[in-house]
Each structure stands twice: as structure tokens, then as C-alpha cells.
């Protein structure tokens, strides 16, 4: 599952036997990859399309595991445009039942942080390691749009991911959120969602993230341009070489 479009092109035109499905406003595509059986989807944005879509992967596709991939703004000052961010674990940060329960806890289900499946995370942190060691991402694109975004040679972290239905834009709300979840190290609007569906599903799950811009004002950030020419390439190669 992808949070931009453009990475679940790239995915569908290297499977094999591709079927079509549309529910819910979306459309699944199944088939082959590596020779692999996979669904391929747009999660579309926000928590609740996200989770909508894992529900149907879950209930009508029958998923065994999944690996979701887009971009995400830097909260971490160590963070760089181009770096990858593989979750540990993934907090809902506009999640706020107070008094009924603690803050971020999300109800009936005792749980504040979702952490992700540990073989999926260290197959994704060493696909990301040699697909940036072999220069790989670099091939992907042309040299122009590394130089416009500043991208020398991406890092792969791993860490907490805080989701929510929030566009982060300013550097005060940046300061708010780190504040209150000082290991935060990038932002986003699904992963979290996605977590929990797949904690109550028992679906083994990770979230791979590249950093896109710096979650304030100050973001020079051409976004159409960074996930056409190096976002979704890079999810693409990422998907293609844990999928193998
Ligand atoms: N996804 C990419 N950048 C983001 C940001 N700044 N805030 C929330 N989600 C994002």
C-alpha cells in the first residue's frame, strides 16, 4: 500500500497477470511481483482512508502481511530530504481521550504505541541500506532533481513515526508535537491508522517512509515534483527488492 499514486504506477508495471478491482472509491490491483502473490493499492490520505483500505486488503484479499511506503515531513533536526525513515513504532498524535485515559492512548485497546513486525523491519532497513550503498536511488533519477533537493547520500533511520490528520507547516506546531513525543522522528497522516488495523488484524506490518520536506515553513519543497522524480522511485525500488 502506498500513500502516493504515483509509487503504486511504478509497482503495478513491474507485476505480472494484473487484475483490477474497484471498491470503496479505490481500486486494487492483484497479481504477481517477483513471483510473489500481491495486492497493490493507493491508501489514499488521512487516517481514516487509510484504514479503510487495510480493512478491505484484511477482509476481502485476505493479506498476510504489508508494507506501506510514502513520504513523511522531518521532526528529527538529524533528518534530510531523501533520507528513509523505517518505523519501530507508530503513535496517533492527534489521538486524545483525557480525561477517560492517558494522552495518545488509543481506547479499549491499553496501547499507545504500535510497533512494527521485526523481520519486515530489518528486511526493509537492509533493502534501503543496499539499494543507497549500490547508489541504486541515485540511478533512479536524474542528477538535477538530487542537486535541487539537496540529496547527497540518503540514511536509513529507524524510530517512531507520529501520524495524524495534519499537515505539519509550521515550525510551532512542529515544537508542540516534539515536546510532547520527544523520540518523534518524522510526520505523517496514515501510518498509525494502519498500525492498528493491523494489530487488531494480526497482520504483520511495517511502514517505510522517505522524507520530503522539514514539517514547517521553511520547506523549499517542490512536492509534486519530489514524489514524482524521487519519492515513489525510490518506494518502488525499496517494495521490488524486500519482494523477492
Ligand atoms: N507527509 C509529508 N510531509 C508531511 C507533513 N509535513 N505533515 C504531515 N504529513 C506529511
Redesign the pocket.
Known sequence: MGAMPEEIEGLVDLMANVTEVNIGMRTYYSGTLNGNKVVVVFSRWGKVAAATTVTTLVLHFGITELLFT????AVDAGLNIGDVVVAQRLVQHDMDARPLLPRFEVPLLQKTYFETDEALRARAVKAVEYLVESRHLHQLTENRFLQKFGIEKPAVYTGDIASGD????NAAAKHRLVEMLPHTLC???EGAAVAQVCYEYRIPFVVIRTI??T?DEH?PLDFPLFVRHIASRYSVAVVKAMVS
Not at 166 to 169: C, G, L, V
Open positions: 510514502g513520504v513523511a515531513g495534519h499537515f505539519f507547516s510526520v505523517e497522516m520530503s520536506d514539517a520547506s
